[in-house]
């Protein structure tokens, strides 16, 4: 099985960049697509970035593009993404995941595993 957890969250100040991590482990395959998700209390999961095997290929909806940076260490088999100027709104549990291939995953749907997620607070 493949096991990926969060880390990184916790109580953030308004404007202090944050940089969330997380790590598979397990039976993930060689090649694997990673992504963050974030799901606001009430609210539905929503993706909010997306990198390939490579990194070469990133995706960002558009109300997540500017302060949100996705990337990875496939050394590390580790993902990361770094909240820039965090804003309360910004608070959410936020979740990895992971699919097979080196392909651009954009629902959730398409990812196979995920992590427990790494809570969020962003408040002064």
């Known amino acids: 099985q493949v096991q990926l957890m969060e880390s990184g969250g916790g109580l953030v100040q308004p404007g202090e960049s944050r940089r969330l991590s997380c790590v598979a482990s397990?039976?993930?395959?060689?090649?694997?697509?990673m992504g963050w998700f974030r799901q606001v209390t009430g609210k539905e999961r929503e993706i909010v970035a997306a990198?390939?095997?490579?990194?070469?290929?990133?995706y960002y909806p558009d109300a997540f593009q500017g302060r949100f940076t996705i990337s990875r260490d496939n050394a590390k088999k580790t993902v990361y993404l770094q909240i820039n100027n965090p804003k309360p709104e910004d608070t959410a549990t936020y979740f990895c995941?992971?699919?097979?291939?080196?392909?651009?995953?954009?629902?959730?749907?398409?990812?196979?595993?995920w992590g427990q997620g790494t809570q969020v607070t962003v408040s002064s």
């Open positions: 995941a992971a699919h097979e291939g080196d392909g651009l995953g954009y629902y959730y749907f398409a990812f196979d595993w």
């Open positions: 397990g039976d993930i395959p060689s090649t694997y697509g």
């Open positions: 990198i390939s095997w490579s990194g070469g290929r990133i």
